[in-house]
């Protein structure tokens, strides 16, 4: 069993940054790829990027590319992601997710096995 816990979230305004972070425990990652997803109200969970297990290829969302750096720390066991010039859009519920299968780079949710609770991130205008 895994367990995942995101932090970081916020009330932030336009243009600034904030830095997600999700814990993992029960189980060592460093061989799975790890995803977030944001889930805004009243739309269906949408894919941010992804991370490979040793953290050498990622792969990212058209929405957020150039603005959003998705990293892992293996050693603690941790994966970041680093979101700057925020957009009143980028307002979500973010969640953490690890993929156990064989999918080097997953981008569907449905290939994902355990999930985060979810961390808010409000940007105001």
């Known amino acids: 069993q895994v367990q995942l816990v995101e932090s970081g979230g916020g009330l932030v305004q336009a243009g600034g940054s904030l830095r997600l972070l999700c814990a993992a425990s029960?189980?060592?990652?460093?061989?799975?790829?790890m995803g977030w997803f944001r889930q805004a109200p009243g739309k269906e969970r949408e894919f941010v990027a992804v991370i490979s297990w040793s953290g050498s290829s990622t792969y990212y969302a058209d929405s957020v590319k150039g603005r959003f750096t998705i990293s892992r720390d293996n050693a603690k066991n941790t994966m970041y992601l680093q979101m700057n010039s925020l957009k009143p859009e980028d307002t979500a519920v973010y969640y953490c997710?690890?993929?156990?299968?064989?999918?080097?780079?997953?981008?569907?949710?449905?290939?994902?096995?355990?999930w985060g609770q979810g961390t808010q991130v409000t940007v105001s205008s």
């Open positions: 997710a690890a993929d156990f299968g064989q999918v080097p780079l997953p981008q569907s949710r449905r290939e994902y096995d355990y």
């Open positions: 029960g189980r060592p990652l460093s061989s799975y790829a």
